[in-house]
Nanobody, 124 residues
Framework: QVQLAESGGGLVQAGGSLRLSCAAS????????MGWFRQTPGKEREFVAA????????DYADSVRGRFTISRDNAKNTVYLQMNSLKTEDTAVYYC?????????????????WGQGTQVTVSS
């Protein structure tokens, strides 16, 4: 069982930066692939970024590539999402997710555990 808790969301002006954190419980955090997704009202949950536990390989949605960076600190059981050059269209609730056997990183149902989400609002 893994419990996830996101933090770091808030209100920021366009062009600004935020760093989201996702703290995980459980001794086997280091063996989980971790992902960040986001969702706005009336829309499906959207893939943002993910990182493999075994290789450290990362993947990003085209809309955030070059602006967002995902990283993990296994010693702290935490995954981060550094978000730079934020745009108004990045406004959403951001969720972190953990999966023990993730095939396609961008597919939400591949993940086993989800956090409660943190709101990110980017103003113009």
């Amino acid at each position: 069982q893994v419990q996830l808790a996101e933090s770091g969301g808030g209100l920021v002006q366009a062009g600004g930066s935020l760093r989201l954190s996702c703290a995980a419980s459980g001794r086997t955090f280091s063996r989980y692939d971790m992902g960040w997704f986001r969702q706005t009202p009336g829309k499906e949950r959207e893939f943002v970024a993910a990182i493999r536990w075994s290789s450290g390989n990362t993947d990003y949605a085209d809309s955030v590539r070059g602006r967002f960076t995902i990283s993990r600190d296994n010693a702290k059981n935490t995954v981060y999402l550094q978000m730079n050059s934020l745009k108004t269209e990045d406004t959403a609730v951001y969720y972190c997710a953990a999966g023990a056997r993730v095939g396609a990183l961008a597919i939400p149902y591949e993940y086993d555990y989800w956090g409660q989400g943190t709101q990110v609002t980017v103003s113009s």
